[in-house]
């Protein structure tokens, strides 16, 4: 009971810190998340979300042709990854999952976009960033010149916690060697992290991604450019703005050209 009211508290505060680091100052309440809390706990930990999870809401799905990754079965480390996350029971996230995601893309990419976890399309799918938050996230690396057949997407989580919550410490420390052999297979030139957690999952830095946004880091070796959620930018569009910035020190740390931002409509 203890634990489970323990675990509960834990998650309650890392969401709540979560929230901060978005930049969050008020949290939405919900009377229904009041009375889970107060609720008996089971013998099976229910995690209440104190406030609407950014991409809990089942969105439709997006238009966006499904991506295998770009490497073959048998062509090398890569697809032997994806066997070792499909099979894996590492953490309780295999009991609720219904598809791991393993994460898509180029097998050679220059830039790798790392998020938190799947979310319920992903779940559904097994692809990285498929709903709304993927959409935009598509509008970015476009505007940055790219296709996502070009780049690569993943999690620092390969499966969806219930009710979108935000990933344990634990499940991101013991889900972490993936994304860690990821990297080390793919390679890219840059890492752009995507979100509060997604940078915590990936270096041990104090600060949250206000303050650390647009700031270069290093992950392994690999510079490492922290950066605003896809879903956080839904519910705060002014920091669009903040996010092309920092998209923009990554295409210039490239060489590449920026391309004009399209007016809406064109
Ligand atoms: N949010 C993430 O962090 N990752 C996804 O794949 C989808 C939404």
């Known amino acids: 009971m203890t634990d489970s009211l323990n675990q509960i508290l834990g998650d309650l505060a890392t969401h709540l810190e979560h929230e901060l680091d978005e930049g ?10 009041v009375i889970a809390l107060t609720e008996p706990v ?3 930990p229910v995690v209440a ?4 999870a950014p991409v809990a809401a089942a969105p439709p799905p997006e238009k966006v042709a499904p991506l295998p990754p770009s490497d073959t079965p048998g062509s090398g480390g890569l697809a032997e990854l994806v066997s070792q996350v ?10 609720t999952r219904t598809k791991t995601v393993p994460g898509q893309g180029s097998a050679t990419p220059e830039i790798m976009f790392v998020g938190e976890a799947p979310g319920h399309d992903e779940d559904q799918q097994g692809l990285a960033f498929v709903g709304k938050a993927g959409q935009l996230l598509t509008k970015m690396i476009e505007a ?18 219930p009710n979108n919550r935000t990933p344990s410490p634990k499940e991101m420390e013991t889900c972490l060697p993936y994304l860690r052999e990821q990297i080390r297979i793919l390679q890219p030139k840059v890492i752009i ?4 957690t997604a940078l915590k999952g990936l270096v041990d830095v104090d600060g949250g991604i206000t303050r650390l946004r647009g700031k270069w880091l290093s992950f ?18 002014e920091f669009k703005k ?13 060489g590449r050209e920026i391309p004009e931002v399209k007016k809406r409509g064109e």
Not at 193 to 196: D, E, I, K, M, Q
């Open 193 to 196: 992290s995507l979100g509060a």
């Open 49 to 52: 979300a104190p406030a609407p």
């Open 42 to 44: 089971t013998s099976t």
């Open 242 to 254: 903040d996010t092309w910035e920092d998209l923009q020190m990554v295409l210039r740390h490239l």
């Open 220 to 237: 392994e070796g690999i510079d490492l450019m922290p950066t605003y959620h896809p879903a956080y930018l839904l519910r705060s569009p």
């Open 24 to 33: 969050a100052r008020v949290v939405p309440m919900d009377r229904d998340v």
């Open 86 to 95: 499909a099979a894996c029971q590492k953490c309780k996230l295999c009991e």
């Open 144 to 161: 940055m010149g790219y296709t996502r057949e070009e780049i690569f997407i993943g999690n620092v989580l390969k499966c969806r916690p």
